[in-house]
């Protein structure tokens, strides 16, 4: 493999080398590089298998790029439920990404319906390079529920994590009355992030001058507070010291101290598991 | 997504407290260091940014930030995060000259018993004062929610 790397640009020239690795089925080494350089690659693949005496194949891949999770504006690589996403440039309207599903074999990721109402469908994320998907779906309409779905189509960015708290998730569920559930809040700080499910099936109306009159159906909770930006952030239940259940998704606040959410209940998802 | 431009109220303290509303724009009086006063006046127009599709000028601010205006040494540019409920912020500024400001933005109460949509809207409004302001000698805080 060190070979390789001296070879490369002898034979190669200067596309750039994404990762090199041990094919074990094939007997030789995998080199990744950029979707549109595979060709070019290709090409040059039977004097440097020659050079190496080993056998040599290419697949187009992506940069690797280190795990940043700094804070909520700058968490990539793979990005986490409850970051804070922007609408149509980095420097957009403010929203949060909630879990990161598989839907008909798509990447995507759930954040509130009604983020998406108007204007640009192309989502951001501050410390990330380019976009981050853009909206392929929505569940917000009268009598509906106050979700969307986001296309991811760098796909290496979607994780089962949940920013701030546990690790991974296992499943997901409806919400329950009673049920102890807390959010990963994606921008509003020093408010209660846990609290108790009090309707899990509940009507309401948006109070946004912006917004339809729409009756939407979601889930009720007391104890969890949120603002501006916090739409879209992932509601979960603790399992264990490190799982977690998703629950749905904060969406909107009541008298403050009360949220409102779009359950998962309209719409049977895959949780992703990576 | 489309915001209203909100109502902003305006309060300088200084040797006398007053107030005036961004759709009126006007000057107040701020004392400076020499005993004098130094003007504060609202710019006409683009008094309140706020981010939608088209939107100028407000920058990536994650929740409240006081910048330079663009090409503007004696403006600043006053930039936060709201919800569509906070739709009464008060910007409060004191000071005993244009090297020593606090500015103090209130986003308002968030009325009771409404359901509001947490979406995040940029908001901002830019302040040119009389003579040459420094984000660096700013005081600045947001309170509310």
């Known amino acids: 493999m060190e070979a390789l790397g001296g070879l490369w640009p002898r034979i190669v020239g200067d596309v750039p080398l994404f990762l090199v690795a041990v094919d074990v089925r094939a ?23 020659q050079a190496l005496d080993v056998h040599v194949r290419a697949v187009a891949g992506e940069p690797y790029v280190a795990d ?4 909520r504006s ?6 986490r439920a409850g970051i804070l996403i922007r609408k149509g440039s980095k420097t957009g309207s403010i929203c949060s ?4 599903v598989v839907r008909n074999g798509d990447y995507q990721f759930l954040t509130a319906g009604h ?12 410390g990330y390079c380019c976009a981050i998907g853009s909206e392929t779906d929505t569940a917000f309409q009268h009598l509906g529920d106050d979700i969307m779905w986001v296309n991811m189509p760098n796909t290496g960015q979607a994780s089962d994590n949940i920013y701030g708290g546990p690790s991974d998730i296992i499943a997901f569920d409806f919400p329950r009355d009673g049920q102890a559930v ?3 809040r994606g921008n509003t700080g020093g408010l209660p992030d846990c609290g108790t499910v009090t309707d899990a099936v509940v009507q309401y109306v948006l109070n946004d001058d912006n917004l339809p ?9 007391t104890g969890i507070g949120a603002g501006g930006g916090d739409s879209g952030s992932p509601y979960y239940a603790k399992v264990g010291t490190s799982g977690a259940v998703d629950l749905g998704f904060t969406v909107v606040t009541v008298a403050g101290s009360q949220s409102l959410g779009g359950s998962t209940t309209c719409c049977q998802v895959e949780v992703g598991r990576w | 997504m489309r915001v209203s431009a909100a109502t902003i109220a305006l309060v300088a303290f200084g040797l006398s407290a007053c107030a005036l509303q961004i759709e009126e724009p006007g000057s107040i009086p701020i004392p400076n260091s020499e005993g004098g006063t130094a003007d504060l006046h609202i710019t006409d127009g683009s008094g309140l940014l706020v981010s939608a599709e088209g939107a100028t000028g407000a920058g990536a601010a994650e929740n409240f930030e006081i910048q330079q205006a663009p090409g503007a040494t004696n403006t600043v540019r006053v930039v936060w995060i709201a919800s569509p409920c906070e739709d009464s912020p008060q910007l409060t500024i004191e000071g005993t000259s244009l090297d020593d400001l606090d500015i103090t933005l209130d986003r308002g109460p968030v009325p009771d018993d ?3 949509a947490d979406i995040g809207a940029v908001h901002g409004v830019d302040l040119m004062f009389e003579g040459d302001v420094s984000p660096e000698h700013i005081e600045g805080r947001m309170v509310g929610q």
Do not use: I, K
């Not at chain 1, 700058?74 to 990005?79: A, D, E, I």
């Not at chain 1, 990404?97 to 990161?100: I, T």
């Not at chain 1, 009159?213 to 909770?221: E, S, V």
């Open chain 1, 27 to 49: 007997n030789g080494l995998r080199v990744e590089v950029a979707p549109e350089n595979v060709s070019r690659v290709e090409a040059a693949l039977p004097t440097l298998a």
């Open chain 2, 114 to 116: 409404v359901v509001c």
């Open chain 1, 97 to 100: 990404q909630g879990f990161h």
């Open chain 1, 115 to 126: 983020c998406g109402y108007s204007g640009s469908n192309t989502w951001y994320h501050t």
């Open chain 1, 213 to 221: 009159d729409w009756t939407l159906t979601g889930a009720r909770t």
């Open chain 1, 74 to 79: 700058n968490c990539h690589s793979p990005m």
């Open chain 1, 182 to 184: 807390c959010v990963s």
């Open chain 1, 68 to 71: 940043v999770c700094q804070t």
